[in-house]
T-cell receptor, first 111, second 116 residues
Framework: DAKTTQPPSMDCAEGRAANLPCNHS???????VYWYRQIHSQGPQYIIH???NNETNEMASLIITEDRKSSTLILPHATLRDTAVYYC????????????FGSGTQLTVLP | ETGVTQTPRHLVMGMTNKKSLKCEQH?????MYWYKQSAKKPLELMFV???????ENNSVPSRFSPECPNSSHLFLHLHTLQPEDSALYLC???????????????FGPGTRLTVL
């Protein structure tokens, strides 16, 4: 599995965009980049995933660099409820894969 | 109810007690998972069931005993636990663990377990 590097913590002002980076320089060609988040004392929640194209859904946007060695999760208008630990997880297709959570980024949205 | 539910939400037990955690999913999924999350540690996968059959056991001590009577229900039976087993126990489900493409996992709220 590809290793990931995420900053341990970030702050963001409420209403502003939160940009969470992830480095996955050893990602292989068949590995998707998945993002989950975990609000304190709750179960993790799926956010978005992508392979090489940028993706957007109702929760967030995912920007993946052309060389696929890094990606950025964007929460366009962060709210206090977005305060959580955000995990970037490479997962390969074509076989059964289990989630392997690293340390993630603690995002704190400030009022 | 929808999604993945877990009961109880909080549990305090002594080391000699026997208790069970329950998970139920209403998503029509066929795979269910138990994870453990200790304080300040990443989630650790414990068990995986796919179509009621256990497909993975990540070297979990025998004092944790899973049971999956059907695709919608998953139990974790606990006996003679240690204080270091205190953690948040999370249940998750997905469509099919052995699908050729990864299926997102949907998590329950967890059971906060304290072993005295």
């Amino acid at each position: 599995d590809a290793k990931t590097t995420q900053p341990p913590s970030m702050d963001c002002a409420e209403g502003r965009a939160a940009n969470l980076p992830c480095n996955h320089s050893t990602i292989s060609g068949n590995e998707y980049v998945y993002w989950y988040r975990q609000i304190h004392s709750q179960g993790p929640q799926y956010i978005i995933h992508g392979l090489k194209n940028n993706e957007t859904n109702e929760m967030a946007s995912l920007i993946i660099t052309e060389d696929r060695k890094s990606s950025t999760l964007i929460l366009p208008h962060a709210t206090l409820r977005d305060t959580a630990v955000y995990y970037c997880i490479p997962i390969s297709s074509g076989s059964a894969r289990q989630l392997t959570f690293g340390s993630g980024t603690q995002l704190t949205v400030l009022p | 109810e929808t999604g993945v539910t877990q009961t109880p939400r909080h549990l305090v037990m002594g080391m000699t007690n026997k208790k069970s955690l329950k998970c139920e999913q209403h998503l029509g999924h066929n795979a269910m998972y138990w994870y453990k999350q200790s304080a300040k540690k990443p989630l650790e996968l414990m068990f995986v069931y796919n179509f009621k059959e256990q497909t993975e056991n990540n070297s979990v001590p025998s004092r944790f005993s899973p049971e999956c009577p059907n695709s919608s229900h998953l139990f974790l039976h606990l006996h003679t636990l240690q204080p270091e087993d205190s953690a948040l126990y999370l249940c998750a489900s997905s469509l099919d663990h052995r699908s050729s493409s990864y299926n997102e996992q949907f998590f329950g709220p967890g059971t906060r377990l304290t072993v005295l």
